[in-house]
């Protein structure tokens, strides 16, 4: 059994791909908002809200169970992509890596999107399961944005 994985997932949106965009990249302090049963808060701990290599810290709750997770971002405006990789918090406790990559692609015609969700992970041994769980919660948070952002 591989500790090295990849789980995907593809989210069909609402919103203009750029505003998605934008708001996953530089905007993640309207998350709570958006997401108010998932996200608690997103605080700032080093850098800024918009540059790329900021660390930020997640206050979140994933199947009941209230969490953390410090990350530092990575963006790529020129192919739509964010990336969060831990460096503290909850799912270190059972990963060595954890890295969650959004790439947002507008459609061909009309508004609207794709966001492709990727979960790269190693695990700390055999026994630890899949992050199916942290998935799920990311592809949750996304349609939570999406509908908020239609009503904005």
Do not use: C
């Amino acid at each position: 059994m591989s500790l090295v994985g990849k789980l995907e997932a593809d989210v069909e949106i609402k919103t203009p791909a750029e505003k998605f965009y934008n708001l996953l990249k530089s905007q993640n302090h309207h998350i709570p908002n958006a997401s108010s049963d998932k996200v608690h808060s997103i605080e700032v701990h080093e850098g800024d809200w918009e540059t790329s290599g900021s660390v930020k810290l997640w206050k979140y709750t994933a199947e009941g169970n209230l969490e953390v997770f410090k990350e530092r971002v990575e963006a790529d405006k020129e192919n739509k992509t964010v990336s969060f990789t831990a460096v503290e918090g909850h799912v270190l406790d059972l990963y060595k890596k954890y890295k969650v990559n959004f790439k947002v692609t507008p459609k061909t015609s009309g508004e609207g999107g794709l966001v492709k969700i990727t979960v790269e992970y190693e695990k700390k041994n055999d026994s630890i399961p899949d992050p199916n769980k942290y998935l799920q919660f990311a592809i949750h948070v996304v349609q939570d944005i999406d509908a908020h952002l239609i009503k904005a």
